[in-house]
């Protein structure tokens, strides 16, 4: 089989606790250790860094946290510390944190472990469980130790992309560790904060464990999620009522640890928002109302007073006067009930025209009936809806010579009308002459 690429343990590592900045690595001959920080990749030619005069060295950035292998590198043999070795009896963790950078293809990174009689233990992780670009933990569970392969006598590893021969291999290591296993335990309260619907919602589901447990959950309401990582349950929730979420949080190496939560989301308020309809005069022609309702729920109408009705959102007018409408919205399984609002609205009487009949008679005649006309009558209207008609009136009597009078109106009231009064002429023409013939004496004698 071919050989991994491999980054180099290269110092001796003594009987002692050894300190790495604040990183503690634990070491032991024959003891049983729960944490072994190998390295922290944070000292030029220290424990695990790139040593001069090896194939790495020309494709190494060496950070303050971190070192970065790229390029292309060749695996490197001779490494390891005779005499020397860890104790990983008990540990059943590997960790490690790095990110894949720009140009990586190594499928895999290949961890490789040596006891002190050269027997070797390989653990391949799959390359696309780090994040590109950004530093990630990831925790597998060590398998069982190969036959023959002693943990208590560690004497090396090496690190390297799981390709064979020489292989692009790009990755930024800040930590690798050996650790012992912790059971898994959600430490949240099993009774999640409340929300409401339409509202963000957000809350961490706290775990602990080792490896770190990644955190799944069913019966959560519409619209909320958790990210199984941070364990945030976040979103808008869409639907009120109770709730029984059951949150999981399993690392694979240990039993899952399941919590039956409660969550309630409370219904959302809304409110209504209704403009009042301009002005009317009476006779307008039938109109559409409209409202809305935070919710998005339709909003229904009524009549509070006033002459009019409505039906199908459309206002018919019946008369004059002040109408208010009220705007409802009862609510739904999500929403409770808007606060009515009320809107009203003048209705102005129409205009109504009354014009005086022109009339004429002869000189000495009596005056004829006056009569009115009128326009804009509305709704189909006649005069015979007026409350109260106007009356008419001439100055022109039977001993008036002939000539022009005027017929005047005053008067008149109506509930839907206004009247705009014109006057009319009566007209006096002079009697007609009639011709006799004068008395004779010699007819009557004859």
Do not use: C
């Not at 991994?4 to 024959?30: E, I, V």
């Not at 959600?186 to 961490?204: E, H």
């Not at 309401?221 to 364990?231: E, K, Q, R, Y």
């Amino acid at each position: 089989m071919s050989k991994p690429l491999h980054l180099k343990l290269k110092k001796p590592l003594g009987k002692h606790l050894l300190l790495l900045g604040t990183t503690l690595l634990a070491l032991a001959s024959g003891a049983s250790a729960q944490v072994l920080v190998l390295d922290t990749f944070n000292a030029t030619g220290g424990t695990g860094s790139v040593q001069p005069n090896t194939s790495w060295v020309g494709n190494v950035t060496q950070n303050p946290g971190s070192i970065t292998i790229g390029g292309t590198a060749k695996d490197e043999n001779g490494w390891g510390a005779i005499g020397q070795s860890i104790n990983a009896a008990g540990i059943n963790v590997l960790t490690l944190t790095a990110q894949r950078d720009a140009g990586h293809v190594a499928p895999s990174v290949v961890i490789q472990f040596e006891d002190f009689a050269l027997v070797t233990q390989v653990i391949t992780i799959n390359a696309t469980m780090f994040a590109v670009g950004a530093l990630t933990q990831v925790s597998i569970a060590l398998p069982a130790w190969d036959a023959g392969f002693d943990p208590t006598r560690i004497t090396g590893w090496s690190l390297g992309g799981g390709t064979t021969g020489i292989s692009a291999f790009r990755m930024t290591f800040e930590n690798f560790a050996l650790a012992a296993d912790v059971p898994v335990a959600i430490t949240t309260s099993s009774s999640l904060p409340a929300g409401t619907v339409g509202q963000v919602y957000s809350f961490t589901v706290v775990a602990t464990g080792a490896p770190t447990p990644i955190f799944t959950v069913t019966g959560l309401p519409a619209g909320l999620s958790i990210n199984g990582f941070s364990g945030v349950i976040s979103g808008t929730p869409t639907e009120a009522g109770s709730f029984a979420p059951i949150i999981t949080a399993d690392n694979v190496v240990r039993p899952a640890a399941v919590q039956n939560a409660g969550l309630t989301i409370a219904k959302s308020s809304q409110t209504i928002a209704f403009t009042a309809p301009a002005e009317k005069t009476y006779g307008a022609a039938a109109f559409a109302v409209g409202a809305t309702a935070t919710s998005g729920l339709p909003v229904s109408f009524s009549v509070v007073s006033g002459p009019a009705t409505i039906a199908n959102l459309t206002v018919t007018l019946s008369g004059t006067g002040t109408v208010t409408l009220r705007a409802t919205q009862a609510g739904d399984a999500n929403y409770l009930a808007a606060t009515d609002v009320e809107s009203s609205f003048a209705v102005g009487k129409a205009v109504l025209t009354a014009t005086a009949d022109a009339k004429s008679r002869i000189f000495g005649a009596a005056n004829p009936a006056l009569t009115i006309s009128y326009t804009g009558f509305v709704n189909g209207e006649t005069a015979t809806v007026i409350d109260t008609p106007p009356s008419a009136a001439t100055t022109a009597t039977m001993a008036s010579p002939a000539g022009s009078y005027p017929i005047t109106l005053t008067g008149g009231s109506d509930n839907n009308y206004t009247f705009t009064l014109v006057a009319g002429t009566l007209t006096v023409t002079q009697a007609p002459i009639i011709a006799t013939q004068p008395f004779s004496q010699a007819a009557v004698a004859g």
